[in-house]
């Protein structure tokens, strides 16, 4: 009995571990703020006044950013589409492109860093583990058959 209650209980944990936090839900402002983002790095690429390549980066970034959020998908995109159709009255200047180039590419060196950063850790962790593994004592049993000698390390 003791058994199946023990048992039981850790199943229950286990369920308790795997339970999901709900993403909280973007709101009007940050829909704003995700659409000027996204149709600003798409004109300044289209106007020339960013590598495309950065403002490809930026969107991506922003993706992952968003998949933080739950959020309706095509609410997004309806108003990045209004901000690119509105942008003809009022494309973005050179220097507010700077500016949004300037936060993409500080936003990829701090990924760079994390990333460098969790690569070391992960190779000194390894390294402990090696020399965790090649200096544990080990103890050896050896059986003799006949002539043979049979030998197990633990």
């Given at each position: ?6 048992l ?6 286990s369920?308790i ?7 909280p839900?973007?709101?009007?402002v940050?829909?704003n703020?995700?659409a ?5 790095g ?12 950065l403002?490809a980066?930026g ?5 992952y950013q968003l ?6 998908p095509?609410?997004l ?7 690119l159709?509105?942008?003809?009255s ?16 500080e936003m ?12 070391e ?7 402990m583990?090696e020399?965790?593994r090649?200096?544990?004592?080990r103890t050896a049993y ?6 043979e000698t049979l030998c197990?390390?633990?």
């Amino acid at each position: 009995m003791k058994v199946r209650t023990a048992l039981v209980m850790t199943a229950m944990a286990s369920l308790i571990g795997c339970t999901t936090t709900a993403k909280p839900e973007l709101t009007e402002v940050g829909y704003n703020q995700y659409a000027t983002w996204l149709a600003g790095g798409e004109l300044c690429a289209l106007r020339g006044y960013v590598q495309p390549e950065l403002a490809a980066y930026g969107k991506v970034r922003l993706g992952y950013q968003l998949a933080g959020y739950s959020f309706n998908p095509e609410q997004l995109n309806a108003q990045v589409a209004s901000k690119l159709a509105a942008a003809t009255s009022a494309e973005p200047t050179r220097e507010e492109c700077g500016a949004m180039a300037l936060r993409i590419a500080e936003m990829k060196q701090r990924y760079a860093a994390n990333m460098a950063d969790g690569a070391e850790q992960q190779q000194a962790e390894y390294q402990m583990l090696e020399m965790l593994r090649t200096n544990t004592p080990r103890t050896a049993y050896c059986n003799k058959y006949g002539t043979e000698t049979l030998c197990t390390a633990y």
